[in-house]
């Protein structure tokens, strides 16, 4: 590996509107006896009109390459449910309803008995496992953002950045909803023979007669594991505040502090199959906008601490929402998304003397439960 940083002009060269200009590089080599070689770098730089102001921007190219787990876990026995998706509820749902329902359809009239299958409530066996032939994790991401210093308020900074992230071949472990959603929501699709429709449909032992799926425990119904994606795509914008200020001019002890963390997700798409992707954004597990404060004082001998963490509001789902009167879509969930909610924790502590520190620390302090359902 190898690195640079120049520091191309400084304040002391006293250049109007540039105050200070810095380009860095890096790059690294990377041999993998079982994925091979793989060069990564990264280029970027700063630059100051002023003090107070910072614009800095990079490009990096990097990779990963599969765990040992991912590559050479052993083939092991498990037990899960198969989804009926050419049942009644679910065939005109998904990212891609006319696909899904063309490829039932057709699946259907082969198979008139095969929904309702009992394997989409009543567990069957399946096999998982590591990948040997799994390839590095590729990404391409560009970051562009300020920092701001106001020399009127010392000790201040502020960072707002934007991101953009593009990963190829992410490694991701394969789920049976994976596999049935690649078979049945798939462009491709074989309707001559629609138990082999695809790869995916490939994937899913089923009955020739019946056409549902096989509960044999001597064989695995659906084959899954770790395999490498299509892609991961992410765009946001991240921002972080610091500010401390010490209280001696005020004739306290100490030091006030204030630190705060930040993240709108403009947009993420989780393609595993690159079978009817869609966003993962905004729904359950990834808010739109999240973000922390966390408050500090401090002196000699003790001091308290409040972080507040924030949780936008987060949609159950993207797919099959009802968004106009009620009755005018396909959605029948109860609730269509989470409020965006705060938890609040605290600590005090005791430092009596440089070799001994005493912690009081409760989270959740206001003993936040869940989203409030018909007063529950």
């Not at 765990?67 to 998904?94: K, M, Q, R, Y």
């Not at 390839?135 to 953002?145: F, K, L, M, S």
């Not at 500010?243 to 100490?254: I, N």
Request: aromatic share 10%.
């Amino acid at each position: 590996f190898g690195e640079v940083f120049a520091p191309i002009i400084s304040a002391e060269n006293e250049i109007p509107f540039i105050c200070g200009l810095q380009a860095f590089g890096r790059v690294r080599y990377v041999n993998n006896t079982v994925n091979g070689g793989f060069t990564s770098w990264a280029a970027g730089g700063s630059y100051m009109p002023i003090r107070d102001v910072e614009f800095r921007g990079n490009f990096t190219k990097s990779f990963r390459s599969p765990a040992i787990t991912e590559l050479f876990l052993p083939t092991v026995n498990a037990f899960s449910t198969v989804g009926d998706l050419c049942s009644p509820a679910n065939i005109g749902l998904g990212a891609a309803p006319a696909t899904r329902r063309r490829n039932c359809e057709a699946f259907l009239a082969r198979f008139p008995n095969a929904t309702p299958d009992p394997a989409n409530n009543a567990t069957v066996p399946i096999q998982t496992g590591g990948n040997p032939n799994l390839e590095n994790e590729q990404a391409n991401a560009w970051t562009v953002g300020v920092i701001l210093r106001p020399s009127f308020i010392p000790r201040l900074s502020i960072t707002v950045d934007y991101v953009n992230i593009d990963l190829e071949k992410p490694i991701t472990n394969l789920t049976v909803a994976n596999v049935v959603s690649g078979c049945f929501d798939n462009e491709s699709f074989n309707a001559s023979d629609p138990l082999n429709g695809n790869a995916f449909c490939s994937l899913i032992r089923r009955d020739p007669n019946t056409g549902r799926v096989i509960n044999d425990p001597a064989t695995p119904a659906v084959r899954t594991g770790f395999v490498n994606g299509q892609e991961i795509k992410f765009r946001g914008i991240q921002s972080t505040l610091n500010y401390s200020v010490p209280l001696t001019g005020m004739g306290l002890p100490g030091t006030f502090s204030i630190g705060a963390d930040a993240l709108y997700t403009k947009y993420r798409l989780n393609n595993t199959t690159g079978v009817a992707p869609s966003r993962s954004d905004g729904i359950l597990g990834d808010p739109a906008f999240a973000g922390q404060v966390r408050l500090r004082y401090a002196n000699k001998y003790w001091g308290l601490n409040t972080t507040i963490n924030y949780t936008g509001e987060q949609l159950f789902s993207r797919l099959n929402r009802e968004v106009g009167p009620p009755g005018s879509g396909p959605d029948a969930r109860e609730l269509d998304k989470l409020n965006d909610y705060a938890t609040v924790s605290a600590g005090l502590f005791f430092d009596p003397t440089d070799t001994f520190r005493f912690t009081v620390a409760v989270t959740n302090l206001f003993n936040r439960q869940g989203e409030e359902y018909f007063g529950v």
